[in-house]
């Protein structure tokens, strides 16, 4: 059963309860003050979230190896969560300060020109980023600067947080396309010039593609490659991250992944998708302390190679407990 299907209707109006609160307070506290406390709070949270905790170190571990002690891991989780909490936080005085418009004035690109150049020379683009630094700030701003942005919006799964980050999020400039019906939408837009947005670096249970990422298989959506290969756009990752005061960032786009014309289609669509992983993971080796590693990217595998099943010429296997 899916998350989004389970109903919970105490924690719903819990967490609903504790969100009005958070916004209650950001409305009477300085930014300064608003911003640290969500540090604080995160910080808080990193102790008694054990399980999360120990997703992120082992996340790092896998990703790191010996590169990083155990001390250093713990510490880039402590960062994490720092992050997280100050993300929530600015992205709550984003959303109800309308005053802080425009919101590229927060961000200072680099190859914003880069970027200009690619959509002109191709109509539109595929923008993909990750969860890392403020990520829908670099959209919101993305969209003054560049060009409108349509992004796919997955429905939390508390309904009374998604109506409300919903009914405060249409003023960011991002225009939304519910998951429903999401990837011919995508399509309509791409072909008649309009550039969308995704973020591609959770795990993807549905169909992934197993493309690198940190050198070992991640379940990654093919939703990009897809896109890039039947409409003929270019793919730009971008990414952002904090540089230390409330709201101010940073953020950069890599050089387009151009799809060839006249390859494969699906070998083609798999090489975007590699190429999409490996400049994601640069994106989070340069700062690791802000990228979500609590979330389980690697919990999907890859199915191992190996010889048939017994039975495969007909007769029925010994033991089937492995396909449940």
């Known amino acids: 059963m899916r998350a989004a299907s389970r109903s919970h209707p105490l924690r719903d109006r819990f967490e609903a309860s504790l969100l009005n609160l958070f916004i209650a307070l950001i409305?009477?506290?300085?930014?300064?003050?608003?911003?640290?406390?969500?540090?604080?709070?995160?910080?808080?949270?990193?102790?008694?979230?054990?399980?999360r905790r120990e997703v992120a170190l082992s996340?790092?571990?896998?990703a790191y190896g010996a590169a990083l002690t155990a001390?250093?891991?713990a510490a880039v989780v402590r960062a994490v969560y720092r992050h997280l909490g100050r993300f929530?936080?600015?992205?709550?005085?984003?959303?109800?300060?309308?005053?802080?418009?425009?919101?590229?004035?927060?961000?200072?690109?680099?190859?914003l020109d880069l970027a200009r150049a690619t959509v002109a020379e191709h109509g539109a683009a595929i923008f993909v980023t990750l969860h890392q630094g403020h990520w829908e700030l670099l959209g919101g701003a993305f969209s003054e600067l560049v060009t409108p942005l349509h992004a796919v919006m997955t429905p939390m799964r508390n309904?009374?947080?998604n109506a409300i980050v919903r009914s405060l999020r249409a003023d960011l400039g991002i225009k939304l396309i519910q998951r429903d019906q999401a990837v011919p939408h995508l399509f309509r837009h791409?072909?008649?010039g309009d550039s969308v947005a995704l973020l591609c670096d959770l795990n993807h249970k549905e169909g992934p593609d197993y493309a690198e990422?940190?050198?070992?298989?991640?379940?990654?959506?093919?939703?990009p490659g897809v896109l890039a290969v039947r409409t003929g756009k270019p793919l730009v990752c971008a990414t952002s991250w904090s540089v230390g005061g409330v709201l101010r960032y940073r953020g950069r786009f890599a050089p387009p992944i151009l799809p060839r014309p006249g390859a494969d289609p699906d070998a083609e669509s798999h090489r975007i998708v590699v190429e999409m992983n490996r400049?994601?993971?640069r994106f989070v080796r340069e700062h690791p302390e802000q990228w979500n590693w609590i979330h389980p990217r690697w919990e999907s595998r890859p199915r191992p190679a190996g010889p048939p099943a017994a039975g495969a010429d007909g007769d029925a296997p010994a033991d089937r407990g492995a396909d449940r």
């Open 27 to 51: 409305r009477v506290l300085p930014m300064r003050a608003s911003v640290r406390f969500g540090e604080w709070l995160g910080g808080a949270i990193a102790r008694v979230d054990r399980g």
């Open 59 to 62: 996340n790092l571990e896998l």
């Open 71 to 73: 001390p250093e891991r």
């Open 88 to 111: 929530l936080f600015e992205y709550l005085l984003l959303l109800t300060h309308r005053d802080l418009r425009p919101l590229s004035r927060f961000l200072e690109f680099e190859n």
């Open 159 to 161: 309904p009374r947080l």
């Open 190 to 192: 791409l072909r008649r």
């Open 213 to 223: 990422f940190f050198g070992v298989p991640a379940a990654t959506v093919r939703t």
């Open 279 to 281: 400049q994601l993971e």
